[in-house]
């Protein structure tokens, strides 16, 4: 099983909609979480922090669930640039070992 | 602002061959990571390097080897080259080594026939 596990879509939303996803990790002494968006071709950018008491930059969303230990990245009035692939990325207490999820696809359509 | 720059952006092998993939971390970041993506996957960890050494080792396989060198740039070398190693090749570069943020290069495409 791995570490970070995330539903790999494609999520297909109309421009404006909210769309939501999680991601679950199996090491429950992960420490940091984060969100990274990636583009097609294109390298991996930090999208956001997930902080224990959630947060949220913009249109964006985050929340931490230690309990259940998932995390996830909830989309307000989506834009046509939101269409990209985003990971879940989780950092180990012990080692700060990083592992990646494989990504969930969002398309946003005019 | 200064990012990660990789060298070169688009490299084409045949089997058997070797490849040498440059990367040059953001000033003061004293953490190189280095991942490798293969179409529809998700970056697989392959070597990291703090202030030069060798901190942690992924699913790098022995015909790779990487290396930091004193100015902080780091270098992935690849040998014998085999199809299965074309692939998107990131080096990422972190401020500190005890967190998540990494910053990524543009990537490396290595194209092996």
């Known amino acids: 099983r791995k570490e970070v596990e995330q539903d790999p879509g494609p999520f297909n939303v109309p421009e404006g909609a909210t769309v939501a996803f999680n991601c679950t990790y199996s090491?429950?002494?992960?420490?940091?979480f984060f969100w990274y968006r990636q583009d097609c071709r294109k390298e991996p950018k930090l999208l956001m922090s997930?902080?224990?008491s959630g947060n949220e930059d913009g249109r964006f969303t985050a929340q931490l669930n230690r309990a259940s230990q998932y995390i996830s990245l909830l989309i307000r009035d989506s834009k046509l640039s939101d269409s990209a692939t985003y990971l879940c990325?989780?950092?180990?207490?012990?080692?700060?070992?990083?592992?990646f999820g494989a990504g969930t696809t969002v398309t946003v359509r005019a | 602002a200064a990012g990660v720059i990789q060298s070169p952006r688009h490299l084409i092998k045949e089997k058997r061959e070797t490849a040498t993939l440059k990367c040059y971390p953001i000033?003061?970041?004293?953490?190189v990571y280095w991942y490798q993506q293969g179409p529809g996957q998700d970056p697989q960890f392959l070597i990291s390097?703090?202030?030069?050494?060798?901190?942690d080792k992924g699913s790098i396989p022995d015909r790779f080897s990487a290396q930091q060198f004193s100015d902080y740039h780091s270098e992935l070398n690849m040998s014998s080259l085999e199809l299965g190693d074309s692939a998107l090749y990131f080096c990422?570069?972190?401020?500190?080594?005890?967190?998540?943020?990494?910053?990524f290069g543009e990537g490396s495409r290595l194209t092996v026939l």
């Open positions: 990422a570069s972190s401020l500190d080594t005890y967190t998540g943020e990494l910053f």
């Open positions: 090491n429950s002494a992960s420490q940091s």
């Open positions: 997930v902080y224990s």
């Open positions: 990325v989780v950092t180990r207490s012990n080692d700060y070992k990083l592992s």
């Open positions: 000033p003061r970041h004293d953490t």
């Open positions: 390097f703090y202030e030069k050494m060798q901190s």
